[in-house]
T-cell receptor, first 114, second 114 residues
Framework: DAGVIQSPRHEVTEMGQEVTLRCKPI?????LFWYRQTMMRGLELLIY????????DSGMPEDRFSAKMPNASFSTLKIQPSEPRDSAVYFC????????????FGPGTRLLVL | GDSVTQMEGPVTLSEEAFLTINCTYT??????LFWYVQYPGEGLQLLLK?????DKGSNKGFEATYRKETTSFHLEKGSVQVSDSAVYFC?????????????FGKGITLSVRP
């Protein structure tokens, strides 16, 4: 099993540019989560999907952020336009349907907005 | 709402020392409790979990007992190693199905010196 796959692993961009982060969950998992991690705010849940449907997006910081899950094996998190305060590590995680199932995290995308 | 409180860090120990990391929680329902570990440059991975009161989760020499009366889930290890240096997150999950998500504490950095 390849685990949760995220790309790119590192992204450096300039303020105002569009950024797209990608995630491939573990095959067969029904839930997909996007998190952001910073020193100041710790680990924050941005949005999560169940069977490709967004369930809770209350953690999405503002309209500049959007997430999609067009099919069970792919999700994107987009920031447009990006700002320096968006610099963080973004994690994707997935889990199976069962009540006590474990969330598995990807290696993260380290984003730096200049 | 649901929340997890971890002791302030960082923590620095000598190899073979005893480790305790405190975690308390507030939950609206009956939570499952988790400890996740994040090694440098990696995503989070599940260390151990407990799903009901008085359960003890254990893995890699780490243990934590679900204490409902004190709403706590403290992490312990009898003899730490340099390889245990990482960030440790306490987390809880309430709800079922599409309402299930993890609430994380702020994390604590553990450094073990030879």
């Amino acid at each position: 099993d390849a685990g949760v796959i995220q790309s790119p692993r590192h992204e450096v961009t300039e303020m105002g540019q569009e950024v797209t982060l990608r995630c491939k969950p573990i095959s067969g998992h029904d839930y997909l989560f996007w998190y952001r991690q910073t020193m100041m705010r710790g680990l924050e849940l941005l949005i999560y999907f169940n069977n490709n449907v967004p369930i809770d997006d209350s953690g999405m910081p503002e309209d500049r952020f959007s997430a999609k899950m067009p099919n069970a094996s792919f999700s994107t998190l987009k920031i447009q336009p990006s700002e320096p305060r968006d610099s963080a590590v973004y994690f994707c995680a997935s889990r199976a349907q069962g009540v006590w199932e474990t969330q598995y995290f990807g290696p993260g995308t380290r984003l730096l907005v200049l | 709402g649901d929340s997890v409180t971890q002791m302030e860090g960082p923590v620095t120990l000598s190899e073979e020392a005893f480790l305790t990391i405190n975690c308390t929680y507030t939950a609206t329902g009956y939570p499952s409790l988790f400890w996740y570990v994040q090694y440098p440059g990696e995503g989070l991975q599940l260390l151990l979990k407990a799903t009901k009161a008085d359960d003890k989760g254990s893995n890699k020499g780490f243990e934590a007992t679900y204490r409902k009366e004190t709403t706590s889930f403290h992490l312990e290890k009898g003899s730490v190693q340099v390889s245990d240096s990482a960030v440790y997150f306490c987390a809880l999950s309430v709800g079922f199905g599409a309402n299930s998500k993890l609430t994380f504490g702020k994390g604590i950095t553990l450094s073990v010196r030879p």
